[in-house]
Structures are given as structure tokens and as C-alpha cells.
């Protein structure tokens, strides 16, 4: 370069106020790391990217650095006073020492900006405020601040609020470029938009989402719109900034969405490169007229125009007017042109808009479509996720009655008695074993309380042992379809990885293997105990819960009966002794059954010293008539004894014992008889001579009550009697039941206890969301109380390894699921969360609905009949593992569980056309369907055809047929759930909706495209709770490769693995 010495000798003595900064600083030159000489001091002055450096203040420069191809090194340690300049051009580098730290970190500033590159970034910064500047005069935004209105009393600004219906999304608005322009004239554009907020508060930009990627278009008309949901702080003075992208390589277009502060543009060599971008104010958006804006878009120095964008206005339920819009085509390179009119179509009244449901579902995440139907109209979807409050609900009610029924098991088992020294000691290892596993679900529950953070377990927490009972992503997914001329439409379908135990792991298979072998071990072992069916040990469960149910009642209401005697109310005395007589034949009709007979005979060989009587010779038929002559006197009515210890045992005690109930009844049913038919005739007799009545009352309702008391008290007595031998009797069948397996017992109900827990999470789940999306269905509710309720499981679970165990333990979860029965009651609180009551064997669970909304609610379900639900479960291996087990493995598992569940389904279907009548079907089915449809299922499944995709199919039009509930479960509801949910969902369209033909694909790769995601962290991705910018972001917006290998590659991939697994254990 030339310089004019002349000019810069004379620019260095110009007076001190002329330069940017100037002083004392020591400085030599390096070479390396070494000092060339040692550092003199010098008299420097910093002008633009100028140094002059001079002896002293007045002297001449003898020397004039240029800060160009250069950058500034500052040391970071707080006593180190020195800088380096270093220089492109390999020449030796500037050592400069200043007096002080703060001295130095000023010359390190100045001498930073002073090259021409930062200059060049303030007039960019400059020229694009200029540019935000003139498009806020433009759209009347001259207004720098808020006026003194909106200001309360505390200074804080106050912004407006947009207005929309509760629960729905803010604000939604889907975009369109036109005119883009590229950096070279034969360059096909593959364009993207990134979405950027601007809150009014906070000044800070942040990367909200982004569209899909259009290709090979200048005019890209985008089918992913942009949706803010309810919670999201959006006001009418936020601004969003859209910036417009071209990727170079559509496989690195994927963009990290995360909420980040925008600093800075994104670097144009990650495979994209700026276009152009603009910024608007939602409520300019939400006030216009046509609901519609067309910005310009600019360069980031805001001179060049590079095209426009629109902006429109998204309700659901409303299509704009207008223009033709224009979108290449998957199947060709051809534009087709898609009208939109005004149409307005039956909406759905807002029936999910509801604070139970609110209750349940949380943190949702939105995406908008619009897709093209066949006959060229515009159709919504939009598209929910949300995660629910019962992954953690449930399981904690589960387990509190978990330890409520073991407690209540182990003093049952306290109060056997006395028993000889062999029973004693299996009674006492039998307790410490259950013991210690009440306080390992004690501890669970106690840990689950502190749980603090996300609604859900993400998948790398699925080995977790404080989160076992936890499901694994339970979330809701539906999509809400608006056509121009269909009946709007919703479709849910609850994601959840699948029921199992993944922290006791799969070494020795899953619990359907496991309760196999362990029943037949049981059966063959020579344990010195007693053995009893699992249908025996059942039955053992249910008499004693039913005597635990139906003791209390029967007391009150023989309470109640004295009571109602007392005060001579003839009709009070009459319903209590009608509730009194219902719940006492319910109680004895309770132990008619061989099992408590030969338990208590069991029961009596395992006390000291028993000796068996043999059964006495039955009474003739005459003295049964002598017995019942007298049976209403309670004088004659003989007591017995506990179950004696010392004596003979005689088998016909229990039938005496048992008898006496029902004969104690018939003594209070005809005593009140006796004193209804006595005081009809005082009534009659008051008639005639009114004065004698009222005497006779006075001292009619102390006879009452004198009269039934003391067979009352035999009542009780006699049901006290029973209740003691019965308990101990079916104690003793569970004690055989454990001590014959213990502590494999145990295990195996702990590993129960978690895989139906997590199964029953999701079906609550599943059923409350159900019940408010069909509140208004007719058809639907009478089908729920009438028939029960299908609730279809799809699995995408391989039959190999450590899978084939999940799917064992998903299994038998999910057939234990049909011992849970619903039950809709009112609500009494805002806690709308429902209730969970019952045993192992049985559950209720009551599902509380607002009062307007319970009104809605049939006769029947409102007096509380109880719900049925019919689970079944379809499985079809997908994946890489699924080929080596159809290869080299067995897939029996899957065929017989398959084969199992379509004979349910044709049970429930038998069910249903039997007790509902052909109009309860949807509107645009009809029975014939479902008969070739089951048909076809069952062809299928006997084919025993590859990964056959057609079963999960027609599984699932099965199920939506039949208003049933839909879930799809793989290994953590990630990868093969999110394929199955998106193509589900497109097929849906494409055969319900009229979704055009040739946007298939390209509507599968919105729905799948982790681009399109919205702004997410930490607890927002269901797949790994964290982000990164390597591993695809949750659930289905992202595509997956199902792998499907060749025999020479699985061959090569078997003997790595052999090496890998031996290289690790060894």
C-alpha cells in the first residue's frame, strides 16, 4: 500500500481531542512466543485503523501500524496488563503492555473495533434498525413506547391481550413467499422459514419454529403453518421476525428450533444461506381487515429487496377468499392450482374445551397444516401433543392401595391363631418376606412424592428404579381435521412405550413365561404345603374382599333398622330392613363355595393336636321341619364356638355356623312383620276411638325397638362368627400361596404390580379423554353402558432378545386390565383427578365430571353402573430385530398373542351387534365393513406373513369403527410409535378426508419433519428429555429408517455382535 508521509505525519500531531484513544503503552515485536527486544514505551494514538506509535507525546511517529487482517489475543488473568495483535500476513506479532488492567482492557476494546470489519457490523446494525424503523412508520407504529395509560401503578407496562376461545391456540397464521430471488439466475430455491419472537417486555429475539423445506420453487406456498398455544405470552405488541432461508443440501436443512437467544445470523456454510427477512406486530396481523398481511422482504443491511412474504390469519372453522394459490407437486413438476373459499362446516362446540380435561392434560405442543383434498379445497389439521398428569397420578393411588391390601394381608395372616411349629414358622418367613416388600413400595411411594419436573418418564429414565411404576412417554396425540365440506373431525390416539419392567430386566423372559413356569414348579414341588389353584387363591382374594366390603354395611344397616324402630316410622323401618335383607343375602351367598369348607378343615389339620371327626349322618327331612318351625325364636338359635383346638372337628359345624345368619335374618324379618301388622290394626282402632290411639303410640316405638334389639345383636353375633372363621379359612389359602413360592411369589406380584400399573395410567387416560370428546354422542354412551368400551393396544415390539420379554410382561398387562371397571360419579371439589378404589383382582375407578357436564350422562351411568372394558392387543414386530427372529428366532409369541386377542375382538363385535342397534355406528360406516374387516383380520393373522402391517391396520379401523380407544406402544414411544402415528394419520386423511393424492408424501414429511417442531427444552422432548443437534428432537416429528437387512449383511452383523458381547463379558 502507499502512503503520503506527509499526511500522516501530520494526522499524528494533530491535538489530542482528534483521536479515539491515546497514551503511554510498552511495546516490542514477537516472533513465536519470544520478545524480539524487550519492550520500550512508547506515546501511541489510535485513529480509525490507524496506530501511531511515537517516542513521546510531541515527538514525530515512528511508526504507523494498520489495523487491518489482524485480531486482538487478551490474556484473561486479572494481573496480566498486556495484549497481542496478530496479523494474517505472517509478519511478527505487536506486544503491547499497558499500565493497569482497566488501561488494558480499554486499548483491547478500541484497537478491536478499530479494523474495517467492525465497522462494517455497526452500519449493518445501523442500516437494519433503519430498516425496522421505516416498516414501523409504515404499518402506524411510530410509537417507540406504550402511552401512560397502559402503565400501571407500578411503572410496569400493561400489554393487550389477543381474544380467543379458552383452550384454544392464541394465534396461528400459515405463510407464503412469492418472487424470491436467487443468488444465481438458474438456481431452483430450497426455501424454509424460521419463526423469531420479539416479547415487548424482554427485547430479546428467540427462535420460535419453522416451516417445512419447499423445493425447487421461487414461489414456495408453505404447509406447515405457525401455532401458539393458550399459555404461550403473545400479546398484540409482540413482533415476529421471519427469516427466509435457502438450503443448499435438503438433508442439512434440519435446523436446531430450541428456544435461543438469535444474537447473531446463522452461518451460511452449515448447508443454508440467508435470503432475506421481515417483521411484523401481531396485532397488525390480528386487526386487519382482510386478516392478512404482504410484507417485503429485505437483506440483513435492509437495502435489496429479495421478494415478498403473506401472512394470513388462521380460525379453524373459517376459509379465507381470494386468490389462487399455487404448490408443486410430489408426483410431478407440475403447479396445482388450489382455490380457497369461505365455508363454514359444524365445528365441534368446543366439547375438549373443558377444566376436567384441563385437569389431565398439560404442556401441549401445536402444529398447523393445510393440506389440498382430491377436488383441489384447503383443509386444516391441527395437530396436538400433550402430556398427562396421570403418568404419576395413578401409579400413586395404585400403589397406596397396594399397601393398604398387603397390610390388611399380613395382620389376616397374624391373626390365624395358633398353628403348629411347622405352619408357625412358614407363617412367620412368609410375613418377613412380606414385610420387606411392603417397605420397598412404602419407600416408592415416598420417593414419587418428592417428584418435582416434567408430567412424564422419558425414556432414559425407563431403568430408573424409583420410576418403575412410571409409564414411559404416556402422552395424548390427536389431530383435529377441518374439511370444506366434511363434519369437522378428531382423531386421538395415546402414544406410550409399553408395560414392562425394564429395571428387573428380561434375562428369564417377561411375566407371561414366568407365571407359566412358576405355576407348573409350583405344581411339581415337594414344598411341605398345601396347594391351591391360582383360580382357588382368586376366589380366596374376592371372599375376603367382599367380607371387608360387606360387614361394615350390613352393620349400619342394621343400625339404621333400630333406629327407624325407635322413632316408629313404619316406612323408614321397611327400607332399612329392605337394605338390611339385600346386603345379608349378598353376604351369605359369599361363602357358598366348597373353598371355605375344605380351608377350614385345612385350617383345623395345621393346629396342635387336631383330630378329624367323620361327618355325622344327615338329619331326616322331619326334624329339618322341626328346625324350621322354630327358627324365628332366637332362644333357639345354638351359638358356636370358635374352631375348637383339642377337640374332634366336626365337618358340619361350618354349615350350622353359615346357616345361622340366614336364620337371624328371618327372626328380624318377621318380628318386623309382627309389629307392622300390629300397629296397621292400632291404626284402625284409632279410627274409632282416637283418644286410646295416642295413648298406645306413646309407648308403641319403645316396644319397637325392645322387641328387635336382641335380634339384631344375634344377627351381628352370628355374622361376627362367620367373618372370624372365613377370614381365617382364606388367610390360610393365601398363606399356602405364598409359602409354595416364596420369594419367587412375590417377585412375580412386584413385577405385576408395575406393568399393569403403567398399563392402567394409559388407560385411564385413554377413557377420560374419550368420554369428553363423545360426551354429545348418544350413540356412543349407550354403547359404554350397554356393551363396555374397546380399548385396541398396536405393538411394534420384535420377538427377539431382551423385546420378546417387554412383550410377554405387555401382555398379560394388558389383560389384567379387564378387571378394571369405570364408574362416572360428579364432582364435589375443582379436583376433577379421578378416584382409584378396590384390590388387586378388582378396581373401580371413578372418573368426576362438572355437574353441566354429568347431566349429559344416560340414566344409567349417572346411578353409577359400573363400565366394562375389553383390552386387546395386535403386535407386529417392524424393525431390524424383528428380521432376525423371523430368520434365525421364533415369532410364536407374537402369532399366539395375535390369535388370542382377535378371538376377544370377535367377542366384543358379537357383543355389540347383539345389544346396540346399526345406527349407533358412525355416520359413514356401516355393519358390513366390520364383518369383512374382521374377516380380513383373520386372514391375515393365520397368514403368518412377514412383518405384516396389514393386521395393525385393520386393527385399528376395527377399532375407530367401533368408537373404540387407539394406542401404539413400541419399545418408549419414540421412533416406530411416531412412523406408525404419522402414516396412521395421513392414511386417515387420504381415505376420510379426500386428501389429495399427490401431497401423500409430502404431508407424511411435514408431519414427520423435526424442522417443523416447535420451540422446545428440556422437558418438552418425550424421547430423551434433552435436545441435541445429532439425535432426531420427540416422538413422531421426525422419520426413522425401518431397517430391512440381507441375509450376507445379518450374517456379518451377527458375528460383530458375537464379538462385541464377548469382548464385553470377558
Known sequence: MRFNAKDLALLAKRPSGCFDKEGKLKICRLVGDEKLIEPRERWCRLKGNLLFLMKNKSSEASEVVILERCWVVEFRSKTDVSIILKFQSGEPDLYLEAASKPDCEAWAVALGEANSEGLRIKIQQLRRLIMEIKEERASDEARQFLPSSQVDSLGEPQFTSIQRIANEPKLEFSLACKGLVAATRDRKLNTFIQVSVVHPAEHILTRYSSTEIVEGTRDPLFLTGVTFPPEYPIYEETKIKLTVYDVKDKSQGTVRTSVLPDHKEPRADVGRSFLGCTTFRVGDLVKSKEQQLTLTLRTSDGGKTVGTIEVNLVKMGEFEDGQMGHITTDAQDQKCALVRECTTPE?????????????????????????????????????????????????????????????????????????????????????????????????????????????????????EKTLEFIPINLHLQRMHVHSPRLKDALYDVITVGAPAAHFQGFKNGGLRKLLSK???????????????????????????????????????????????????????????????????????????????????????????????????????????????????????????????????????????????????????????????????????????????????????????????????????????????????????????????????????????????????????????????????????????????????????????????????????????????????????????????????????????????????????????????????????????????????????????????????????????????????????QEQNDLKGLLENLHQNIQAKRRKNVEIMWLAATICRKLNGVRFTCCKSAKDRTSMSVTLEQCSILRDEHQLHKDFFIRALDCMRSRQTQGALNESDDPETGCLTDNKPTSRHFYPVALLLVSSHLLVVWLILSLALLLAKYQ
Not at 352370628?718 to 388367610?731: D, F, H, L, P, Y
Not at 401382555?811 to 384390590?839: C, H, N, W, Y
Open 347 to 463: 365445528g365441534l362446540s368446543g366439547k375438549d374445551n373443558l377444566p376436567s380435561l384441563n385437569a389431565v392434560l398439560k404442556n401441549p405442543i401445536c402444529k398447523l397444516y393445510r393440506f389440498p383434498t382430491s377436488d383441489n379445497k384447503w383443509m386444516r389439521i391441527r395437530e396436538q401433543m400433550a402430556e398427562t398428569t396421570l403418568s404419576f397420578h395413578v401409579p400413586k393411588e395404585l400403589i397406596n392401595l397396594h399397601i393398604k391390601e398387603d397390610m390388611r394381608r399380613n395382620q389376616e395372616l397374624k391373626d390365624l391363631g395358633e398353628l403348629a411349629p411347622h405352619w408357625d414358622n412358614m407363617r412367620k418367613s412368609v410375613i418377613a418376606h412380606c414385610d420387606q416388600m411392603l417397605s420397598m413400595y412404602q419407600d416408592t411411594l415416598a420417593e414419587l412424592g418428592k417428584h418435582t419436573g416434567s408430567s412424564f418418564k422419558s425414556s432414559c429414565s425407563k431403568g
Open 518 to 924: 412358576f405355576e407348573a414348579e409350583r405344581r411339581n414341588t415337594g414344598y411341605q404345603c398345601i396347594y391351591y389353584s391360582p383360580e382357588n387363591t382368586a376366589k380366596a382374594k374376592e371372599v375376603l374382599s367382599n367380607i371387608n366390603h360387606l360387614q361394615p354395611l350390613i352393620s349400619s344397616h342394621a343400625d339404621l333398622l333400630l333406629n327407624s324402630a325407635s322413632q316408629h316410622s313404619p316406612d323408614s323401618l321397611k327400607n332399612s330392613l329392605k337394605m338390611l335383607s339385600e346386603k345379608t343375602e349378598l353376604f351369605v351367598h359369599a361363602f357358598k363355595d366348597q373353598l371355605v369348607r375344605s380351608a377350614l378343615l385345612a385350617l383345623y389339620t395345621a393346629r396342635p393336636g387336631c383330630v378329624i371327626k367323620k361327618p355325622a349322618v344327615p338329619r331326616n327331612s322331619a326334624e329339618e321341619g322341626d328346625d324350621l318351625k322354630h327358627q324365628d325364636h332366637p332362644s333357639q338359635i345354638k351359638r358356636q364356638d370358635s374352631i375348637p383346638h383339642h377337640s374332634e372337628y366336626d365337618e358340619e359345624e361350618w354349615d350350622r355356623v353359615w346357616a345361622n345368619v340366614g336364620k337371624s335374618l328371618n327372626c328380624v324379618i318377621a318380628m318386623v312383620d309382627r309389629l307392622l301388622e300390629k300397629d296397621s290394626s292400632k291404626i284402625k282402632e284409632g279410627e274409632n276411638d282416637p283418644s286410646a290411639a295416642d295413648c298406645k303410640v306413646l309407648h308403641a316405638g319403645g316396644d319397637w325397638y325392645e322387641q328387635l334389639y336382641p335380634l339384631v345383636i344375634t344377627l351381628k353375633d352370628c355374622m361376627g362368627e362367620v367373618v372370624t372363621r372365613a377370614k381365617q379359612s382364606m388367610a390360610f389359602v393365601l398363606l399356602q400361596e405364598l409359602a409354595c413360592g416364596l420369594p419367587q411369589c412375590l417377585m412375580l406380584t412386584l413385577r405385576r404390580d408395575i406393568v399393569f400399573s403403567q398399563a392402567l395410567a394409559g388407560l385411564v387416560c385413554g377413557f377420560i379423554i374419550k368420554l369428553h370428546t363423545s360426551l354429545h354422542d348418544q350413540g356412543f354412551l349407550q354403547q359404554l353402558h350397554t356393551v363396555g368400551l374397546l380399548v385396541q393396544y398396536e405393538g411394534l415390539l420384535s420377538t427377539y432378545s431382551e423385546e420378546a420379554g417387554m412383550l410377554e410382561d405387555m401382555a398379560v398387562g394388558i389383560s389384567d386390565l379387564q378387571k378394571v371397571m369405570f364408574k362416572v360419579i360428579e364432582a364435589k371439589s375443582e379436583d376433577f383427578l379421578p378416584i382409584i378404589t378396590g384390590r388387586r383382582e378388582h378396581y373401580v375407578i371413578e372418573v368426576q365430571l362438572p355437574a353441566k357436564m354429568f347431566e349429559l350422562l344416560p340414566q344409567e351411568i349417572k346411578e353409577g353402573k359400573l363400565l366394562r372394558m375389553y383390552p386387546v392387543l395386535f403386535n407386529v414386530g417392524i424393525n431390524e430385530q424383528q428380521t432376525l427372529a423371523e430368520r434365525f428366532g421364533d415369532t410364536t409369541l407374537q402369532e399366539n398373542i395375535n390369535q388370542e386377542n382377535l378371538e376377544l375382538l370377535k367377542e366384543y363385535y358379537n357383543l355389540f351387534t347383539e345389544k346396540m342397534p346399526p345406527d349407533c355406528l358412525p355416520h359413514f
